[in-house]
């Protein structure tokens, strides 16, 4: 079998890496992450990730709670680079080297983003974690993942969810839901269905850059999709 894809950007939202608790890490979640990330790494797929931050604090659950929405957003990229060292000490110990690069430069704990290096760290095999976002409040991890994909020239951006795909409305309320193999970017802005936000899906359709939204919480998954097989729903011009 070979990959379909040789150099992937893999998006995991914050709230994947909680599982059945409310808050946090789930130590079944990351190590379970970890180990699809490894197996593709062992067989020579470039492997980039963008870390959510979601299950630990959002900006915009903030500003509730009276925080500006800049700070909250500075906090929300903050709990990111908590995850991205989660991942990076999981990934480790599974015996696949990494490097965290941050868009918010904390140099005593990582590097900050170079995009050449990163393409280094992806030659040599290892697993590059890019943490704090696009480094910029008002924006999500999911731009994140089309910026940096596009940065180090992934060949997709595989947006992991909870549901396996794009379907035309909520599977979780409505049991007719039709689920999409492959849509187009302007039928996702026109339908306005939430698949990642519109800055994202914008950057990925201005750059055709295809975009992989499947479920992340199956174990295995990873691996299906960068060989080809058909699960979730491909987003492409
Ligand atoms: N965030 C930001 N700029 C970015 C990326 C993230 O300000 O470029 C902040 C924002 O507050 C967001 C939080 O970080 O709510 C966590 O990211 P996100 O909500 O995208 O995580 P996910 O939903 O994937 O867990």
Request: hydrophobic content about 40%.
């Amino acid at each position: 079998m070979t990959p379909k894809y040789k150099r992937v950007l893999l998006k995991l939202s914050g709230e994947a890496l909680m599982g059945e608790q409310e808050y946090g890490i789930s130590s079944h979640m990351i190590n379970m992450f970890s180990r699809q990330i490894v197996e593709l790494a062992d067989l020579g797929i470039e492997v980039g990730v963008v870390i959510g931050g979601g299950n630990i604090f959002r900006g915009l659950s903030g500003e509730e709670q009276g925080i500006d929405r800049v700070t909250g957003d500075h906090m929300g990229m903050l709990a990111t680079v908590i995850n991205a060292l989660a991942l990076q000490n999981t990934i480790e110990k599974l015996g696949v080297q990494t490097r965290v690069q941050t868009g918010l430069e904390i140099p005593k704990v990582a590097e900050p983003f170079i995009k050449r290096k990163a393409q280094r760290h992806l030659e040599k095999g290892r697993v590059v974690i890019f943490g704090a976002g696009t480094g910029n409040p008002y924006f999500t991890t999911d731009t994140a993942a089309a910026l940096r994909a596009m940065e180090i020239d992934a060949d997709i951006v595989m947006k992991g969810t909870k549901v396996d795909g794009i379907f035309d409305k909520d599977p979780a309320k409505y049991a007719d839901a039709k689920k999409y193999d492959t849509i187009t970017y302007s039928e996702v802005i026109a339908q306005g269905l939430k698949v990642m936000d519109t800055a994202a899906i914008s950057l990925c359709m201005d750059n055709d850059l295809p975009i992989l939204v499947f479920d992340s919480l199956v174990d295995g998954n990873i691996k299906k999709a960068v060989f080809g097989e058909v699960i979730g729903t491909t987003v492409v011009k």
